[in-house]
């Protein structure tokens, strides 16, 4: 019998001694169990954030431990959502942590059967330069009337709605700047 | 949101709050919990049914009728709130005598146009107290003037810039009659419009039984008044129809004669889907609008600055719309720096003009037709979100450049690969010539902004972490991509170049080296630009200059970055304040958290109720005061009364609440705004199998149609071949997936706790067609046939509507047809059609026809023709459901799309 097992460690004199009639407390940890420390009490920092996914907009706390995000839960403090989340928000670690997750920028040749790797400055180099080409070619100064369009037609965009008021912002303004204007997102939908 | 815990009585309509917006629903529990009563509407029963007192199913597209029965309940029983309506609301307005109700005009109302299929809305305007004499143009008496028409104010969605406040009135002198007798009153027309909409006609649209009705009718009104309120609660199942806007509408009338509107535990409450999609309408990634509300000039209407001016706000009228201009100017600053100055009108000539409604379907439909050549996909995922997947892929097939930006390989980025027109053989890999980059998007922890939360709160997200890999923000990716064009340009003497080359895109790094994101909030708040003050950012939109002396891309936010303090970052914690919670986030405008507050006091400035008190006038202090930052000028005594006809903020009496209306009062009667009529009557969806019980006319005659061979729709009502699809089919969403499922189904997690694609369906319809829980069944529509597991449930109810049994089938619309994710499943969403909203432009997708048979659907070139089979036994043509006017053998029917 081990030594340091007594009489007192029987389960249910535990679960007694320490108030867990439901044994669901101390009384059941193992040695194992006992030395676990949560990826909360080891992180580096805290941050506070805001859940990505619906317009409640639950407060989050984000756990990041060598510059790695270890955990993501609600923050109790925020007065909307006071420390909950659903199975989104909470899911939400995985989100950005996902193997899955693209890490990197991919290029489709026209006709192409299957992805290519790109250099991400080569993509947005190329980007810039079809922005530039097909605005030129579906440019409209004037309509039928005379009347100012100072457009393009040749140029649409899709989404926002997941995206920070910032960046909806530049989007918004560079676009109306180009003359595109078939910009769109979510809440039209 | 919190506020919902102070209601006596919430009625959830069009929304299954508890799965899809379960951490608020908290506040509802809360409620619950202190005895208030819980009523939910929704074709299914959901967990939001189950956890409610009472669920009431209801026939998808039918709510007018029911809140319709609910108005008339409430005048016929004189259960208004009578100090309320006649002080605060229109109701007491004399409307012009020319305008006919669609009781008159069976199911039109006054200024119909065959020719456009829109209204002209002059006839809807107020009487004026300017009589006979005065023709000057501008005035509400004078009918035709000042009155754009509904066709051009609908194709450019004119119905979303009432975002922050209703339309431009010509100016504020009305005539009343406080007693409601004239029957010209607003208060008069509505009794007699909703006169048919008894708890019979209820019984008959809507499937709802008499006890049912009453019920409601009793628990809604029992619990409002001085001493009590009630909260409704709505999602997308209001939005997403062919008079999604007018649902909205018929809520803000019971709410306004129940006196629920500006009061604590009242309103109505939208609940939205995604974090910042408010964020995403207030600084709008939208075509029709600028950020803030302005409206995009429109060529013919507002080709130069003084015709911009005049239309987005009158001087005359009252309330804080009257500054639209000091807003305009300082984001038109606020883009053009020191370019827009007063001698070029702050470079108004540099924004591009709309000429008819170039929404996503509208643009979708150039695609295929060749028009446009590129294409950004911001996390969005159309392919499978949008209505009518089909035409969605296929659209995207005519591009020559795709720019996909996203976590994950999203159906959109593959569809020229894995997409199900590739396994039908429709289109090759090979044929299709899109180029695609796909560019791999940051999360919320990999970058620094702001979200705004559906009650207009702004919450700043700090980066916890560096992207990984190529991952980029949004912010560094448009900021770079403005530079690399500014670079490409930066020779040419090009006129067209100027706005982008004298565009101010000049943000400070941060310390990673990234365009600063607060520095972005800080423009978006706006600055004084002159005097000892220049530099320092403004406190209020009410600073706000028409000079150029102030700057500021978007008014509405304006304070949230006051005395240079990010104020979306605020985080004093719940516990240690009140219920408001002002001291965490930013509520646009001013950090106001319950919009029209002033209405929670009576019209002498003192709470109607020591229960319901919210903000009321301190006479000592002579300030207005209380839990929340008034929305009223906050030293304007309830006494006060303006010189007959003046305008802007100073035109608003001390009892006028509703500060961004023109006339300060809340409107049971749309005037001006509404492009489908000033109150909102019951139409059929576009497809129904039921025929519209009230009018010869069955469904919306303003919507917006599109005549298409890829866009066939179910005959409806009791025309011939409607039998073909016989049941009603709706959408939704599920807890553990978010829309197009994105951001769900490459989680593991998610992808567990729900994998697989289902419909929901009675034991009844089950028995009826055969289906097996947990075996396959394929559903058709006019569009397109999928398939998807079983669930046989009792949680739908058939609904007997006339006699006859009526059922629905539920579809979550979660699942694409993919490669890559890890659950994939044919889309509920290509089942849809496209016609739309005519006020906004949005697609109906929580009501259509279609037929369910068991087994699993055919595919390859058999699926083509099990739908084109279908097609042809009901006779679809490219006219079925496409005629605007129905019921009127004389009239031609006009189709052309919007
Ligand atoms: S199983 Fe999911 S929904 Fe249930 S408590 Fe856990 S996380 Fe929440
Ligand atoms: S945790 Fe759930 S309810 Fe809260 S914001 Fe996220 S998705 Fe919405």
């Known amino acids: ?97 996902n193997p899955g997750r693209q890490r990197k920028a991919l290029y489709r040749r026209p006709g192409g059967a299957d992805w290519e790797p790109i250099e991400l400055s080569t993509a947005v180099e190329m980007i810039a330069q079809r922005f530039v080409e097909s605005r030129r070619r579906t440019w409209q100064d004037h309509d039928e009337h005379g009347r100012p369009l100072r457009r393009t037609m040749g140029i649409a965009s899709l989404g926002g709605a997941t995206l920070d008021n910032e960046e909806n912002y530049l989007i918004k303004k560079l676009f109306t700047a180009a003359g595109a204007i078939q910009i769109e997102n979510q809440a039209r939908i | 949101m919190q506020d919902l815990s102070n209601a006596d009585c919430i009625v959830i309509q069009g929304s299954n709050m508890a799965e899809c917006h379960p951490v608020a629903y908290q506040w509802v529990t809360e409620a619950r919990l202190k005895g208030a009563k819980v009523i939910h509407i929704d ?145 008069q027309i509505l009794k007699r419009h909703y006169a048919r909409y008894t708890p019979e006609m209820v019984a008959d649209t809507c499937g709802i039984n008499v006890d049912d009705f009453n019920y409601l009718a009793k628990a809604v009104t029992e619990n409002s008044g001085r001493e009590r309120t009630t909260a ?71 080709d130069t600055w003084e015709d911009y001016v005049g239309a987005i706000g009158n001087k005359e009228q009252k309330g804080f719309w009257a500054n639209a201009d000091t807003y305009a100017v300082s984001l038109l600053k606020a883009w053009w720096g020191k370019a827009a100055t007063a001698e070029n009108d702050w470079r108004f000539d540099y924004l591009p003009r709309l000429s008819g409604a170039h929404g996503t379907y509208q643009t979708t439909m150039a695609m295929l037709d060749g028009e446009v050549e590129g294409y950004f996909l911001l996390g969005q995922n159309p392919a499978v979100g949008s209505a009518h997947g089909r035409m969605q892929r296929q659209a995207m097939a005519k591009l020559k450049w795709l720019v996909v930006r996203d976590f994950n390989m999203i159906e959109s980025a593959t569809f020229w690969k894995d997409g199900p027109e590739i396994a039908s053989g429709e289109l090759t890999t090979e044929g299709i010539e899109t180029e695609v980059f796909f560019l791999p998007a940051a999360a919320h922890t990999e970058k620094s902004g702001s979200f705004t939360q559906t009650q207009r709160m702004l919450q700043w997200h700090h980066q916890a972490v560096q992207p990984p890999g190529d991952c980029q923000s949004e912010l560094q990716f448009f900021f770079e991509l403005g530079r690399r064009v500014r670079e490409l340009l930066a020779d040419s003497t090009d006129e067209r170049d100027r706005p982008l080359l004298d565009l101010t895109w000049d943000y400070p790094a941060d310390e990673n080296g990234d365009p600063d994101a607060e520095a972005v909030l800080a423009e978006i708040n706006g600055r004084h630009l002159t005097g000892d003050k220049a530099g320092q950012p403004l406190s209020a939109y009410t600073e706000m200059k028409a000079d150029g002396s102030t700057d500021g891309g978007c008014w509405i936010y304006t304070g949230v970055y006051a005395d240079g303090v990010n104020h979306a970052a605020d985080r004093k914690p719940g516990q240690e304040q009140d219920l408001t919670a002002l001291e965490w986030g930013w509520a646009w405008p001013a950090n106001r958290r319950i919009l029209y507050n002033r209405a929670s006091a009576d019209p002498e400035g003192k709470p109607w109720s020591e229960r319901k008190k919210y903000i009321w006038w301190d006479e000592e202090q002579g300030r207005w005061t209380g839990h929340d930052v008034p929305d009223f000028v906050p030293d304007k005594a309830p006494s006060y009364r303006p010189e007959p006809g003046t305008g802007g903020a100073a035109g608003l009496a001390g009892d006028d609440p509703f500060v961004m209306q023109a006339d300060g009062k809340g409107w049971l009667f749309a005037p001006k705004g509404m492009l489908d009529g000033p109150l909102p009557t019951h139409y059929e969806p576009q497809e129904s199998p039921v025929r519209n019980p009230l009018y010869a006319q069955q469904s919306n005659p303003a919507r917006k149609v599109f005549p298409r061979k890829d866009n066939l729709w179910s005959p409806s009502g009791d025309e011939p071949g409607a039998d073909v699809y ?87 619309y979660h699942w694409g047809v993919g490669g890559n994710a890890v659950v994939s499943g044919d889309a509920a969403n290509d089942l849809l059609g496209v016609a739309l909203d005519p006020n906004v432009q949005i697609q109906e997708s929580k009501a259509g026809s279609c037929d369910i048979v068991p087994g699993r659907r055919p595919t390859g070139e058999a699926l083509l023709r099990l739908v084109a089979e279908y097609q042809s036994r009901a006779g679809s043509t490219v006219m079925t459901g496409n005629e605007l006017r129905t019921g009127h053998p004389e009239s031609t029917p006009d189709t052309r799309g919007g």
């Open chain 1, 1 to 97: 019998m081990d030594p340091k097992k007594t009489l007192l460690s029987w389960p249910v004199v535990r679960q007694l001694r320490s108030g867990d009639f439901l044994g669901r407390g101390p009384s059941v940890t193992s040695a194992r169990t006992r030395g676990l420390e949560p990826r909360t009490s080891t992180a580096d920092k805290v941050v506070q954030s805001v859940c990505p996914y619906c317009a409640v907009g639950c407060g989050q706390r984000v756990f990041v431990k060598d510059g790695r995000v270890v955990q993501i839960e609600g923050d109790p403090d925020s007065p909307v959502s006071r420390g909950r989340l659903c199975p989104k928000g909470s899911a939400s670690e995985q989100l950005v942590n």
């Open chain 2, 43 to 187: 074709p299914r029963f959901t967990r939001t049914s189950a956890t409610a007192d009472k669920h009431i199913p209801i026939r998808a597209g039918s709510d007018v009728v029911l809140l319709g029965a609910l108005i008339k309940f409430i005048l016929d029983n004189e259960l208004y709130f009578k100090e309320y309506v006649v002080a605060y609301t229109n109701a007491a307005t004399l409307v012009n005598e020319d305008f006919q109700d669609t009781e008159d005009l069976d199911g039109l109302f006054s200024g119909y146009d065959d020719e456009l299929g829109s209204y002209a809305p002059d006839t809807w305007a107020y009487a004026s107290s300017d009589g006979e004499g005065d023709e000057s143009p501008g005035t509400i008496g004078g009918p035709a003037a000042g009155h754009e028409h509904g066709q051009s104010q609908s194709e450019r969605s004119a119905g979303d810039q009432h975002g922050s406040g209703g339309p431009a009135l010509e100016h504020a002198r009305v005539l009343r009659d406080e007693t409601l007798q004239d029957p010209n009153t607003v208060f």
């Open chain 2, 232 to 302: 409704f609660v709505y999602a997308v199942g209001w939005t997403q129809h062919t008079l999604g806007a007018q649902f909205i509408r018929t809520a803000a009338i019971v709410q306004l004669l129940l006196g629920n509107m500006g009061r604590p535990g009242g309103g109505i409450m939208a609940l939205r889907g995604h974090a910042s999609i408010q964020g995403s309408t207030d600084i709008p990634t939208l075509y029709n609008i600028l950020p803030g509300y302005l409206a995009m000039p429109v060529a013919g209407l507002h």
């Open chain 2, 726 to 812: 016989p049941f009603v089919f709706t959408t939704y969403r599920l807890t553990e997936h978010h829309t197009a499922g994105g951001m769900s189904r490459w989680l593991p997690y998610l992808s567990e706790l729900q994998p697989e694609f289902f419909c929901e369906v009675s034991p009844e319809l089950a028995a009826e067609r055969g289906l097996e829980n947990g075996g396959w069944a394929t559903i058709v529509s006019g569009r397109a046939a999928i398939e998807a597991r079983v669930m046989v449930t009792e949680r739908m109810t058939p609904l007997v509507i006339r006699g006859r049994t009526i059922h629905q089938v539920g579809l979550p």
